[in-house]
């Protein structure tokens, strides 16, 4: 892992249909792609059932751990979305309506909003909102954790319209790519994995036409700390090496 | 939920090259489907770096807590492999050379097989192997634990040589597509929602050429459960139904 001064983030995908496979996972992957452009570091993905007490346990831990959570689905008005009340409950902190919120979607949907409707301004006591151009409305922000909707269209405009609250921290990779399977190049990896504490090195095997190949990978929030691990790199896999990626800042 | 015999199934994977966005996740993907059609049902999907604790405690957490368990990634040679350590440490078992495994693996390398290699021997105390004939060597299983790589290919082919052990119980679903928005149907899901607490009915909206539109989905392991709430959905909804996807054993 880099010991870096990248922020740290915990992304919680709620929902039994991806877990089921009834609907195929988006938005972690689009958060995950964000965060590694944003400079923040990515450190876990959960992805839990609409269940009261998996969403609380595991949206807490994140929320303790991590310098930001970003929840995503139960938000909507029927049965099954229970992230407000489990995430109200974990920090024991009742449901509240939050008054511009339910402004927004009584403006929304009009004077004869149903209950139904209403539930849609419900959010754990203390939260605040975020980007308040994003439609339809702004994002709850409660503590360090963003309760995003699960619609992935939705989901994606929101994130972005909050994104640059997030901090974070640029970051510069490389990779190098080698004619050779892993374990031949265990101990030349080792060595400049040693040698480069403040760089993160990985190593990914694959097959192809029946030869192995491993792209090895650098990635530093210091320029030079990344360049230095490459350049080492380049010397102790010279004889495998097929082709580099240098490093850049990445975008 | 459904209140089922289906069997719970977590699973952990580890790598990060996931979090980071260098590598796309296809395992979490793959065993998403197949424990679908197996009829397992999946309770947690949970993304970690290459870290000892992460690895540790999300492994025994979901060894406590479902009835299996899957990780992929991080058993390779090199110095960011440290899922066999991680698991043998979260139990407090030492990590030994499963003899078998090495055999196969003196086998697969040649006599000449390095230190580098023999450390894909390694296996926690009480590691038994499933899936004899699955090349290029079976699949560690600790507890209700089973081990599997990172690359894709070789994970599938692996999960697929033992899947028939998993147990599972088939489950049965049914759709309706429906031309309204959530909470216009919130009422007439609630009901049905209450009167068959043994399916279990979900609704997932999207919008359309800008108007909504929902999917309800009914899933149960029994056949007679399922179209008896698929029936109550039809009724319940028949004024904005648009078309159905009737109960049928999910293959």
Same mark, same amino acid.
């Given at each position: 892992?880099?010991? !870096?001064?990248?922020?740290?983030?915990?992304?919680?995908?709620?929902?039994?249909?991806?877990?089921?496979?009834?609907?195929?996972?988006?938005?972690?992957?689009?958060?995950?792609?964000?965060?590694?452009?944003?400079?923040?570091?990515?450190?876990?993905? *959960?992805?839990?059932?609409?269940?009261?007490?998996?969403?609380?346990?595991?949206?807490?831990?994140? =929320?303790?751990?991590?310098?930001?959570?970003? #929840? #995503?689905?139960?938000?909507?008005?029927?049965?099954? !979305?229970?992230?407000?009340?489990?995430?109200?409950? +974990?920090?024991?902190?009742?449901? *509240?309506?939050?008054?511009?919120?339910?402004?927004?979607? %009584?403006?929304?949907?009009?004077?004869?909003?149903?209950?139904?409707?209403?539930?849609?301004?419900?959010?754990?006591?203390?939260?605040?909102?975020?980007?308040?151009? =994003?439609?339809?409305?702004?994002?709850?922000?409660?503590?360090?954790?963003?309760?995003?909707?699960?619609?992935?269209?939705?989901?994606?405009?929101?994130?972005?319209?909050? +994104?640059?609250?997030?901090?974070?921290?640029?970051?510069?990779?490389?990779?190098?790519?080698?004619?050779? @399977?892993?374990?031949?190049?265990? !101990?030349?990896?080792?060595?400049?994995?040693?040698?480069?504490?403040?760089?993160?090195?990985?190593?990914?095997?694959?097959?192809?036409?029946?030869?192995?190949?491993? %792209?090895?990978?650098?990635?530093?929030?210091?320029?030079? !700390?990344?360049? @230095? +691990?490459?350049?080492?790199?380049?010397?102790?896999?010279?004889?495998?090496? #097929?082709? #580099?990626?240098?490093? +850049? *800042?990445?975008?």
């Amino acid at each position: 892992m880099t010991k !870096d001064p990248q922020p740290t983030a915990g992304v919680v995908v709620i929902g039994d249909e991806v877990l089921s496979g009834k609907v195929e996972e988006k938005n972690a992957v689009f958060m995950i792609r964000r965060f590694r452009v944003l400079g923040i570091r990515l450190a876990r993905v *959960v992805i839990v059932p609409d269940a009261m007490e998996d969403i609380g346990e595991v949206v807490r831990h994140a =929320s303790e751990t991590y310098d930001l959570v970003c #929840t #995503t689905g139960g938000v909507g008005p029927t049965h099954d !979305d229970i992230t407000i009340e489990a995430i109200a409950r +974990a920090f024991e902190v009742p449901v *509240v309506s939050h008054p511009k919120l339910e402004a927004l979607v %009584r403006e929304y949907f009009g004077e004869e909003a149903t209950a139904a409707q209403l539930r849609l301004a419900l959010v754990p006591e203390g939260t605040v909102l975020d980007g308040e151009d =994003s439609p339809p409305w702004p994002t709850a922000h409660f503590r360090n954790i963003h309760i995003f909707p699960g619609i992935p269209r939705l989901m994606a405009s929101k994130f972005d319209a909050i +994104a640059h609250t997030f901090g974070g921290a640029p970051m510069y990779a490389g990779s190098l790519e080698i004619a050779a @399977a892993e374990w031949e190049i265990c !101990d030349a990896l080792d060595g400049v994995v040693q040698s480069h504490p403040h760089v993160s090195i990985g190593s990914y095997p694959r097959r192809e036409q029946g030869s192995w190949r491993v %792209r090895v990978t650098v990635d530093a929030t210091g320029r030079e !700390d990344a360049e @230095a +691990a490459f350049s080492a790199l380049e010397r102790a896999l010279s004889s495998h090496l #097929t082709s #580099t990626d240098p490093v +850049a *800042v990445v975008s």
